[in-house]
């Protein structure tokens, strides 16, 4: 039994929304970390020392892996509709 390409592509769109998050998620989880022990060991209680580092990791994040991030979407997009195109194809 083959698989259906609806199924097909929404596993394939979690997975890539997956791999596309997980790096700024990941950035701004530990620098929070580190912020709230900073925070907690000096007892600094700031709202703007916990948000701003945030802010600039994620940024830079963004920035680094942003180009491979485009890289991803597009090729997810072009495959998603080649498979679309193939599928028109099939129904005739």
């Known amino acids: 039994m083959t698989e259906d390409p609806t199924a ?18 990941l950035a701004v989880l530990a620098i929070g ?6 925070q907690a060991v000096t007892q600094i209680q700031e709202a703007t020392l916990a948000f701003l580092p945030k802010l ?3 940024a830079v994040v963004l920035l ?7 890289v991803a979407l597009q090729g ?12 028109g194809g099939q129904a005739r």
């Open 76 to 87: 997810y997009a072009t495959q998603l509709f080649e498979r679309m195109v193939a599928l």
């Open 8 to 25: 097909l592509a929404l596993r394939e769109a979690l997975w890539l929304t997956l791999q596309l998050a997980s790096p700024p998620l």
């Open 33 to 38: 970390l580190v912020i709230s022990v900073l």
């Open 64 to 70: 680094l892996t942003g180009p491979a991030m485009t």
């Open 56 to 58: 600039a990791v994620m």
